[in-house]
């Protein structure tokens, strides 16, 4: 069982940055890897990025590659994404999510098992 609860977002102007950060719970958190996932209004949810459970490994969507970094720290239990140059097309619920570590269809939300509640995002035009 993972716990997982996002944290970070907020309303943030064209061009701004935003860190959001996922908690998790329990001592197998490295045997995950860890995805950040957006859902905006009327939209289907959509791939963001994800890492590996060691954090060697890391997956960007097109759309914010070069913008966004995702980042991990083990002993904190804890996944980060920095999210720089932001745009409109950025405003969308976040939600932090967590498979068992592979990265085998990375993007594909079907395989990650524990799901955060998610934080808004808005950014402003």
């Known amino acids: 069982q993972v716990q997982l609860v996002e944290s970070g977002g907020g309303l943030v102007q064209t061009g701004g940055s935003l860190r959001l950060s996922c908690a998790a719970s329990?001592?197998?958190?490295?045997?995950?890897?860890m995805g950040w996932f957006r859902q905006a209004a009327g939209k289907e949810r959509e791939f963001v990025a994800a890492?590996?459970?060691?954090?060697?490994?890391?997956y960007y969507a097109d759309s914010v590659k070069g913008r966004f970094t995702i980042s991990r720290d083990n002993a904190k239990n804890t996944v980060y994404v920095e999210m720089n140059s932001l745009k409109p097309e950025d405003t969308a619920v976040y939600y932090c999510?967590?498979?068992?570590?592979?990265?085998?269809?990375?993007?594909?939300?079907?395989?990650?098992?524990?799901w955060g509640q998610g934080t808004q995002v808005t950014v402003s035009s």
């Open positions: 999510a967590a498979r068992p570590d592979s990265d085998y269809e990375i993007q594909a939300l079907r395989w990650y098992d524990y």
């Open positions: 890492i590996s459970g060691n954090g060697g490994n890391t």
């Open positions: 329990g001592r197998t958190f490295s045997f995950y890897a």
